[in-house]
């Protein structure tokens, strides 16, 4: 992540180098970048971590599972999912 601006702007650079189609889509003006670029967050934001309910929903569904070797973790989780969907 690019905590400044001038990093932000060499990662850019960077990545205008190897497509600058994504690099257009990403400053496009139906995005701002106070919605997605660390430096432009509001500086009272106290907390310096993100966290996706999805992934701790997630691990605490797969619970003892995780526990597991991964081929018998893999078939426990696979399992549920089946009988989910």
């Known amino acids: 992540m690019a905590y400044n601006e001038f ?3 060499k990662t850019i650079e960077g990545l ?3 497509n600058s189609k994504v690099v257009d889509w990403l400053l496009s003006d139906d ?5 997605w670029v660390k430096h432009t967050f509001d500086p009272l934001n106290k907390s ?3 966290r996706n309910n ?3 929903i ?7 599972d995780r526990r ?8 426990s989780i696979i399992k549920r999912m089946v009988v989910i969907f």
């Not at 995005?31 to 919605?35: A, D, I, N, V, Y």
């Not at 997630?58 to 003892?64: D, E, Y």
């Not at 597991?68 to 078939?75: F, V």
């Open 58 to 64: 997630f691990n605490s569904w797969v619970g003892a």
């Open 7 to 9: 990093l932000f702007n």
């Open 48 to 50: 310096n971590h993100v």
């Open 68 to 75: 597991k070797p991964m081929l018998a973790m893999l078939k």
């Open 16 to 18: 205008r180098k190897v």
């Open 31 to 35: 995005r701002p970048k106070c919605t």
């Open 54 to 56: 999805v992934c701790e």
